[in-house]
Structures are given as C-alpha cells and as structure tokens.
C-alpha cells in the first residue's frame, strides 16, 4: 500500500551532515513507498545514481518504518570501523501476566533496533539493568537511552514484540550447543506454544522457563503455561526450550491419546 506522503529527500545535504559526524546515523529523508525506500538503501553504499555518497563504501543506509511513513538513515563510515546495528535488540520489560494479571514478571522480548517515531537507531548499545515496582512488586528489567530523544514506553514496546515477532521458518533454527530441537509439528495441539519458546531461546538462549510461562500466557496459551507451571513444581531450573521439548512430548502423547484420536477423526 502506498503512502500518501512524497519522496522527500535531498541526498546532498544528507550526506554532507553524516560526512561531518562519521559513524552517526543521520536521517537522510521521507519515502512515499518501502520499496523506494529499499531501492535507496541498495544503491547508497555503491554511490549508484547518486553521486553524493561517492565514493563507492563510504556510506551506509538503512530503511525503517515509522508512524508517518517509511524513512531512510544514513551515516559516513570511511576510514572507520564502527558497530553494525543489530537485526533486533532484547529487553527485559515489566509484565503483569497469571490468569488474572496478578503476577509480574520481567518478560525477555525482542524488537526491532529502530526507533517506532522517527527511525532513528534505538540505544541497543546502552541497555542496562533497573529495579521497578508494578503492583507493589519489585523487578529488575532493562532500561536504555535512544539516541533521537524518543522515549520507548514498555506497554509499547511490548504490544511491538508481539505484532512484529518473527516467526520460526520450519527446518531452521539454532540447535541449543548440539541439543536435539524439538519438532512443533509434532507437538499436535501445543504447537503454537512450542514455536514460542523456541523462538524465545533462539533470541536469548539464557532464557528460563519461568519467563516461558509469562510469554505464554500473553499469547492466550494458557493450558501450555499451566503444563510447564506444573513441571517447575519439581524442576524451578528448567530452560524454556526444555519446556519445549516438554510440552512436544505432552502434546504428542495428547494426539495420540484415544479420547483426542477421535475428536480429531469427528471434527
């Protein structure tokens, strides 16, 4: 769908101001389209048709997407070495999660390195740990600094994680350090919940299962969630992807099971 706002960009002046800040992204404009966008971002690096990022390596591009529209970003990078913007940045955010939303839990999700009002490159270089109180309970979660100014709010950032997560390509995936990766397939009716935590431990192997049980239930997968609740009962160090393989085993045994047998056959 196209945007109603014009491509404006002067290529010129964008590229003179992140010329004079080297490694520092600078926004070089607005697009009518993403695809004008990415066509932009293509053709910068190599000085393509537009001259004022020759010579060919010395910039870098970007594009984002942003309230108003698409956006592309630029910064000068000859002669330096500076950090390459991560594909996205995981945060630790205060969650009030159980069946009634009378527990808070710090809750790992992931995003995308840029800022949602302009475009701009989030502080994804200066996260850093902070205690809040949410419901008189305390929890350590993440807090950083955008360089444009922007503030992220959690509830944002949260409802952003859940509408852009991106979802597990079958066949594909870290194994865990040589772990057999469960199967979703195989999982039958837990097989949403599986893809989930794998995806979490994808993002952040560190990730627990207790923080699983939160992630789930945010989704709507509550029988997934009391499962894995019930299995921490005896084991409080279990991972989040050995709840996966949990959950892969239970839901197999309920595909298999008779009384599931012949729903499935009735349905």
């Given amino acids: 769908m196209r945007s109603p706002h014009r491509t404006q960009v002067d290529h010129a002046d964008a590229a003179a101001r992140a010329r004079a800040v080297p490694g520092t992204w600078v926004l070089a404009g607005a697009y009518a389209s993403m695809q004008t966008a990415q066509t932009a971002i293509l053709r910068i690096?190599?000085?393509?048709?537009?001259?004022?990022?020759?010579?060919?390596?010395?910039?870098?591009?970007?594009?984002?997407?942003?309230?108003e529209g698409p956006v592309v970003w630029v910064r000068y990078v000859k002669g330096g070495s500076y950090p390459a913007l991560p594909e996205r940045m995981t945060v630790r955010i205060p969650v009030a999660t159980g069946p009634v939303l009378d527990d808070v839990r710090a809750l790992p999700v992931s995003v995308r390195p840029f800022c949602p009002v302009c475009g701009g490159p989030r502080g994804w270089d200066n996260v850093s740990p902070a205690e809040v109180s949410l419901r008189n309970i305390a929890v350590t979660v993440d807090r950083w600094a955008n360089p444009c100014?922007?503030?992220?709010?959690?509830?944002?950032?949260?409802?952003?994680?859940l509408r852009t997560a991106p979802r597990p390509v079958p066949g594909e995936g870290r194994t865990g350090g040589g772990h057999h990766r469960p199967n979703p397939v195989a999982a039958g009716p837990f097989r949403l919940a599986v893809e989930l935590l794998l995806q979490a431990a994808d993002e952040d192997p560190g990730t627990q299962a207790e923080q699983g049980v939160a992630l789930l239930r945010l989704h709507g997968h509550q029988e997934a969630a009391r499962a894995v609740e019930a299995q921490l009962l005896t084991n409080d160090r279990l991972t989040a992807?050995?709840?996966?393989?949990?959950?892969?085993?239970?839901?197999?045994?309920?595909?298999?099971?008779?009384?599931?047998?012949?729903?499935?056959?009735?349905?």
């Fill in 45 to 67: 690096p190599r000085a393509e048709r537009i001259p004022s990022y020759e010579p060919a390596g010395a910039f870098e591009a970007y594009a984002a997407t942003t309230r």
């Fill in 149 to 161: 100014g922007h503030d992220d709010v959690h509830a944002d950032v949260l409802a952003e994680a």
């Fill in 241 to 267: 992807r050995q709840a996966a393989q949990l959950l892969t085993t239970e839901g197999a045994a309920l595909r298999t099971s008779p009384s599931t047998s012949h729903q499935e056959a009735t349905a």
